[in-house]
């Protein structure tokens, strides 16, 4: 897959990654890939309304997820919002088991890398790790740089950061060739920089 999605989009809350994610990739992109967009702060279904997406599925707990995905969700929107740590687990194993492409979408990604959840964390890093040449496309949404552990952010393609103001975090921006922390750090809402990794 030569034009393969894996980033991470981090910023300060209310500087606009939601917007950005829905408004710029997710209306814009090609094909007819399914997305499967893992909110634990149930609000996704507000952001794409705004948008003027339609055709997505909410499920608004593991229930619902399990027993609409059974019946299949071609090549939909698929907004889940878990209620447990148990149904990141499911929604990963299912994206694991996809032999389809699929783009995983994962909000407050802080909550599932946190590396003393081993096993949700092992499993996001093999979808990371092995997503080209499996067909998995992956965006993390989370509000700090240092949310997305380094052996993680190392297999991203690219770090969308819209404001940051973590004195650790902007010197990894520094780090990683950003056009310097110093303006993400002024960064107005709806501002953001793209960094190649
Ligand atoms: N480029 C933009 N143009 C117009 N409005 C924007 C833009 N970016 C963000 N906004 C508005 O700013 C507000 C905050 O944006 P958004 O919800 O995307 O923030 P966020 O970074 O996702 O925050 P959180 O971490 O709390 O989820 C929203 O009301 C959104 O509509
Ligand atoms: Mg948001």
């Known amino acids: 897959m030569s034009d393969w999605i894996c980033n991470a989009i981090v910023g300060k809350s209310g500087y606009g990654k939601s917007y950005y ?50 019946k299949g969700f071609k090549n939909k ?11 990141y687990w499911i929604a990963l194993d299912l994206i694991i088991s996809m032999s389809r492409p699929v783009w995983l979408v994962l ?19 093999d979808i990371v790790r092995f997503g080209r040449s499996r067909n998995k496309n992956i965006t993390l949404i989370s509000q700090r740089l240092s949310d997305i552990p380094p052996d993680i952010r190392t297999q991203m393609r690219q770090i969308i950061t819209f404001k940051q103001t973590y004195k650790s975090d902007l010197k990894t921006l520094d780090e990683l060739g950003s056009v310097g922390s110093k303006k993400v750090f002024d960064f107005d809402v709806g501002e953001y920089e793209i960094i190649n990794v």
Request: aromatic fraction near 10%; charged fraction near 35%.
């Open 107 to 125: 909000e407050e990604a802080h909550t599932v890398v946190k590396r003393t959840d081993k096993e949700s964390y092992g499993k996001l890093f």
């Open 77 to 87: 929107i698929v907004l889940f919002y878990p209620k447990k740590s148990v149904g």
């Open 21 to 70: 994610f829905v408004n710029e990739m997710l209306k814009k992109r090609t094909g007819n890939m399914p997305v499967l967009i893992i909110d634990k702060k149930a609000e996704y279904h507000e952001q794409l309304e705004a948008a003027k997406i339609n055709d997505y599925m909410l499920c608004k707990d593991e229930s619902e997820f399990i027993s609409k995905i059974r």
